[in-house]
Every structure is written in C-alpha cells, then in structure tokens.
C-alpha cells in the first residue's frame, strides 16, 4: 500500500459501523478491515484464549498492513485485550471502545438505564468499574444478549432477521420503576446499531438507543491530528477487506462491496 492505513479489527461486520462514520471525518484516509470471523462470536471464547489469540493474530496484522493507527470497534475485543495489545505492540496507537455508560448517565432523565452487551462484555469487572465511575446516581442493567450479534450478521448479509427472536434479546432492558422507564439503551457491541429500526419496531416504549460509532471515529481522528498523520490517501485504490476464516460468501461479498470495500483474499490472515 502507498500509504499507511487506519486499520479496524471487529468479531465481524459489527465494526462497519463505525467504519462508515470514520470515512465521513476522515475522506481522505485508507482503511483496511479486518474481520476475525474464524472466531466468532467472541462471546463463545474462554477469556484467556480469546485474549492470547487476538494478541497473537496482531502480530501478523502489524506485519501485513503497517497502520498508522488501529481501531478495535469491538467492545468484547476492547475491554479484554486493549491493555494486553498496547503492552506487546507498544509503537502502534490503539483506539478502544467501551460501553458508553458515562453519556447514557449524563442524558437519562429517568436514571433508568440499560446496558445491551454481550456476555462477556456484560460480566467483564472494566464494565462495572465504569457504572461505579459514572453513573453512580442512575439505576444500570447490564442484559447479555446471547443472539443479537448472530442475528445482526444474518440481517447484513441476508437482508431479514425473526423480530420476535430480536423482540426477545431486548425486553430485559426494559424497565419500570416507581412511575418511572428506561430511557436510554447503550448498544454495547458493534453489531446492534445494524438492528436499531427493528429494536425500535418492537421495543414496548421509545427509548434513545445510544450507538458509539461517531465517537469512536472521533477519537480515531483526533488521535491521527495529534500525532500530525501524513498518510493521506494520494490514489484511487479501494480500501480493502479481509476474513479470517478464508470462507466469504456470496451475500457477504455483496455487503463488503455495499461498503466500498474490496476482499482482499491474497493477504488473507490465517485464523
């Protein structure tokens, strides 16, 4: 590649997400995307070993790509193995993403809020220290969803998903207390905000369902501002894709391709 590219490393199509918003700060930059579809859903893992395989598999990415900043949209990836990454690749910038539990307290007028994770996220001690950080005057539910993110790959790639089974992951958000309703939902993992218009369909009241996307691309652009970054794209080479597994179908190639993204199966990174 001409240039040094922004890398971002997700379970799966979580992280497009956020790719999207960073390609409308950052027009000018390259992005490669790195899907670990070899493993997912992370939420199925072990934590040590879903730990030493995410730290291992970035020494080939490092290698492979030279990116000038990396960003893990991934909550479950984040909240486990940031620390263990910035520790084994100390020269490369890493933005994380964690729940976002400190503007959901700062918005509800309720103090009832939900957190919408998965598993691991949910159970993690980094989440809990963030509520007892943040949003000590609010009520806060963690509900660990074991579906979702299945259901939300399905959905991009297929184009339909069962509303009921979507119905079902996200009534335990949903709270009454003393004449009073959540408010607020934080999506807590990448993949959800692709669900947001079927959550709002069957969701029993309108909450504010609070997708981190733009904030995580900020923290991308103002990381790259700091370091005053050079890289900009000076060709019309498309960004690149790459799954781990090898195995890429054919829906999932249209969805790359929806995204401007070119499967990049000659640099494939073995999972």
């Known amino acids: 590649m001409s240039e040094r ?13 956020v790719l999207r918003e960073a390609r ?10 790195v899907a670990d579809d070899a493993a997912f ?3 199925d893992w072990e934590e040590a070993a879903l730990d030493a395989r995410i730290v291992s598999l970035f020494g080939d990415l490092l290698d492979r790509f030279t990116p000038e900043l990396v960003v893990i949209p991934c909550n479950t990836a984040s909240t486990l193995s940031l620390g263990s990454l910035r520790a084994a690749y100390p020269d490369t910038p890493f933005v994380g993403t964690v729940p976002a539990i400190k503007p959901a307290a700062e918005r509800t007028r309720s103090g009832l809020v939900s957190v919408l994770a998965t598993p691991g996220t949910v159970k993690r001690q980094y989440t809990r220290d963030l509520i007892t950080q ?7 539910r963690l509900v ?10 399905t959905y991009m790639r297929d ?10 992951e996200i009534m335990p958000c949903f709270l009454e207390q003393d004449g009073k309703r959540t408010d607020i939902v934080v999506l807590a993992c990448t993949h959800y905000p692709f669900l947001a218009n079927r959550m709002r369909k069957v969701a029993p009241w309108p909450v504010d369902w609070l997708d981190p996307a733009e904030a995580i691309a900020r923290r991308a652009m103002t990381l790259l501002d700091k370091n005053g970054a050079e890289n ?17 179908s054919a829906a999932s190639k249209r969805l790359l391709q929806g995204f401007g993204l070119t499967l990049a ?3 494939r990174v073995s999972g």
């Open 232 to 248: 900009a794209r000076t060709d019309d080479a498309p960004d690149v894709a790459t799954f781990t597994s090898g195995k890429v």
């Open 24 to 33: 409308v700060l950052m027009p000018d930059r390259r992005f490669v995307y």
């Open 5 to 17: 590219p922004i890398l971002m490393f997700d379970s799966g199509v979580g992280g497009l997400t």
């Open 159 to 168: 184009g339909f998903v069962d509303e009921e089974a979507v119905k079902n």
């Open 41 to 43: 859903p992370y939420g």
């Open 134 to 140: 943040w949003a000590q005057k609010c009520h806060v």
């Open 265 to 267: 199966e000659d640099v």
């Open 144 to 153: 660990g969803s074991t579906q979702l993110a299945r259901l939300a790959e």
